[in-house]
């Protein structure tokens, strides 16, 4: 053939591992910016994870993990250009699968098992500069250095960022912090590593011609009717209600999936599975059905589900107008605040997406406006209640550890009318295994900075809001919002030798402790948050909020709104005027569990709690993933009370197991796992705790966890 070279479209699979070694991807000029939100990471993440813990157990060796399922990302399209391939589509994924490298690396820095090859999959050199797998082609140097940044733990501030990219990316990598589950932070993570790296797959179809590439990503999207789920869901009702009502049904359908997206762009999907699964779903084997592919799961058991007549299909789709309706409203609720929805916003920024299907349960097509907001009030508040107690308590509130209680309970609650969903979920409230008691013990480590800043901001919220006139139906969505912009400040400077009285090992414990921060504005922070407390005290007073405030005299002194406040919750308030050491931390610290059980009061949402329940802590919770604490004493192989030590770097950190499977620190703070107690001893954001702690057992010996957790499964232990 004349006329120059055949054009070719290639096609090939790639791991991840194969897609990032040794290549790098351009951004062309035309690329849109990149532009994933906070709930696209999280789908994301839900999505790897569930797929990956459904296979792996405690036992499971890293080569084991050859043998999982494989999972598919879908296609990306590039062109080759001289050193590197141009993404025509793909930038969302490849730039975000980039980031995760980054923070995986970074979250198992240190570890004996750290998987070890990833710096090389995200940053080379390329003759001789230092580049990044995916970059783009023009402004490359903030990039680079925004993302050098990040790999060094470095601080970058967004605001000084003049890309909407490069903000978005830094956002983005701080989120994974957030979002990534605490399941995969511990003794699964190398595992869950080498599965991404290995068995999670892309297609590349790649061309020699910018422009053949555009025209196949192009008939990719274009070419064809493609029915996705929502169609095909769509078609199976319109066939079973009267020709009469087809065009009503289907003018109905279409408005409603277009408000859905226009609310965000997945949004007519995520309504669906939330909707089948919170109203129509039996069991938990429905849950997954549904999740996976709800258009067949309707066409399965619809007759089941009580919708079989053409009347019933009209009413399903009657249902489905009001309740979409009210899906919006949620998911605008969660982005920013409106009144009477303050907490679903709270919840909203924990991304505790499970509020989604658990309100919906609850809702009937004939709610009103004010029953609506009552409910999803009742109903926000109690995820708010267990998400502030799990966040004491070093407890995972993600959507994997939660989800099978949660649907569960959206079984229980479905249709019930006000008063005796306020019942139901008062009960709920005092069954709960989690306390506050935990506050006494907690402080900011490596893994939970969102949490402490949340929960810092839940309670200077509260108290600006009291001081302002007593309320037990605080409005604090506006002021969460404000908040939660502002720094964690250390009312201790990092500076040892400003607290000679304290040992140099408990300096750090001390300072990090709960009672020992405040929330405050950025240019506040860096302008005084490394001088001694007497220094700026007087700060406090002119520019803090009323948390930092408190700690002054005039607070006392010239304010009679807060005394007022303190006299109506009697609360342990007291001004440090010149020196704040670690008795007062610790005053603070009882102050500040005082708050937590005000601010997050099941009262103020309308929940009727009788006394505290028995406790149980496997109430709805998901299987093990293999043989916990608790099995392990359950079954003599651990006795109760047991001693546990640690080493690291000739350090020794000591812990204890409590009667219920527990690790309670020296420090107090207890963890629900041996890599949560070993992270929080360490100040880690993850670490294989069963190959950290060593346990004293009666016969003298001192075997790691893991030792003794294989002598269990040999014997025969199952979880």
């Not at 250009?81 to 994924?93: C, K, S, Y």
């Not at 995820?383 to 079984?411: E, H, K, Q």
């Amino acid at each position: 053939m004349s006329g120059g070279a055949i054009e070719r479209i290639d096609g090939q699979a790639w791991t991840i591992r194969q897609l990032f070694s040794g290549r790098r991807y351009g951004l062309d000029n035309y690329q849109r910016e990149f532009a994933w939100e906070k709930e696209h990471l999280k789908e994301l993440l839900t999505d790897l994870s569930e797929r990956f813990l459904d296979r792996w157990r405690s036992d499971h060796e890293p080569s084991e993990v050859v043998n999982y399922p494989p999972y598919f990302l879908g296609p990306i399209v590039t062109h080759v250009r001289q050193t590197n391939a141009l993404i025509v589509d793909g930038q969302q994924r490849l730039t975000v699968l980039m980031l995760l490298l980054m923070w995986l690396n970074e979250l198992q820095a240190d570890r004996d098992d750290a998987v070890a090859g990833i710096e090389p999959l995200i940053v080379f050199d390329l003759f001789g500069q230092r580049r990044f797998a995916v970059e783009p082609e023009d402004d490359y140097d903030e990039r680079r250095a925004c993302l050098t940044a990040l790999m060094t733990g470095a601080d970058v501030d967004p605001t000084q960022l003049t890309s909407r990219s490069n903000r978005t990316l830094v956002a983005r990598y701080h989120d994974l912090d957030d979002l990534f589950p605490d399941a995969l932070r511990g003794d699964a993570l190398p595992a869950f590593i080498y599965w991404l790296l290995d068995r999670v797959h892309l297609v590349e179809i790649s061309t020699a011609s910018g422009p053949l590439a555009l025209e196949t990503f192009e008939t990719m999207n274009d070419r064809g009717l493609r029915l996705n789920p929502i169609d095909l869901l769509k078609s199976f009702v319109l066939s079973k209600v009267g020709v009469a009502d087809q065009g009503n049904v289907n003018r109905t359908w279409r408005a409603r999936m277009t408000a859905l997206t226009e609310a965000d762009n997945n949004a007519h999907v995520g309504f669906m599975r939330t909707w089948l699964r919170a109203r129509y779903s039996r069991t938990a084997a429905d849950d997954t059905d549904i999740s996976k592919s709800f258009d067949k799961w309707v066409r399965r058991e619809h007759a089941n589900v009580g919708v079989r007549y053409p009347g019933e299909f009209i009413t399903f789709v009657a249902e489905m107008d009001r309740l979409s309706r009210r899906y919006v409203d949620l998911l605008s609720a969660a982005k920013e605040p409106q009144a009477g929805l303050d907490v679903v916003y709270a919840n909203g920024r924990n991304s505790v997406t499970l509020q989604l299907p658990l309100i919906l349960a609850t809702l009937t097509p004939d709610d009103d406006a004010a029953t609506f907001a009552r409910k999803a009030r009742m109903v926000g508040g109690y995820l708010d209640i267990v998400v502030a107690r799990r966040m004491v308590n070093w407890r995972d509130y993600g959507y994997d550890a939660m989800a099978s209680g949660v649907f569960s309970l959206a079984r229980e609650i479905r249709g019930l009318d006000v008063d005796t969903l306020a019942k139901r979920l008062g009960d709920e409230v005092a069954s709960l295994p989690e306390t506050f008691d935990a506050v006494g013990a907690y402080g900011l480590r490596a893994r939970n900075h969102t949490r402490v800043r949340y929960l810092l901001a839940r309670m200077t919220a509260w108290l600006e809001i009291q001081h302002d006139g007593i309320t037990t139906e605080p409005a604090f969505g506006p002021l969460l919002k404000k908040f939660m912009s502002y720094e964690i400040e250390h009312i201790w400077a990092n500076k040892p030798e400003l607290q000679p009285q304290v040992k140099p090992r408990q300096f750090d414990q001390f300072r990090n402790s709960f009672g020992g921060l405040l929330l405050l504005t950025k240019p506040f922070n860096a302008a005084y948050g490394a001088k001694p407390y007497a220094d700026k005290v007087d700060q406090y007073w002119g520019q803090g909020t009323m948390l930092a405030k408190s700690l002054h005299p005039e607070c006392y002194r010239l304010n009679p709104g807060f005394r007022k406040v303190i006299e109506h919750y009697d609360l342990p308030f007291r001004a440090y005027e010149s020196a704040f050491d670690e008795h007062a931390i610790a005053q603070r610290q009882a102050l500040y569990q005082r708050l937590c059980h005000l601010v997050w009061d099941p009262a103020q949402y309308g929940l009727a709690v009788a006394a505290p329940m028995v406790r149980h802590r496997t109430e709805r919770t998901r299987a093990h993933f293999g043989i916990s604490i608790s099995r392990l004493m359950e079954r003599g192989f651990i006795p109760p009370e047991a001693a546990l030590v640690g080493t690291f770097r000739d350090l020794d950190y000591h812990a204890r197991v409590t009667h219920d499977g527990q690790i309670r620190l020296d420090s107090g703070e207890l963890f629900d796992s041996p890599s949560s107690a070993a992270g929080g001893a360490l100040n880690r954001g993850s670490w294989n705790g069963w190959t950290f702690w060593r346990v004293a057992l009666p016969d003298g010996s001192n075997p790691t966890l893991n030792a003794v957790r294989r002598t269990a499964l040999k014997s025969g232990l199952t979880p």
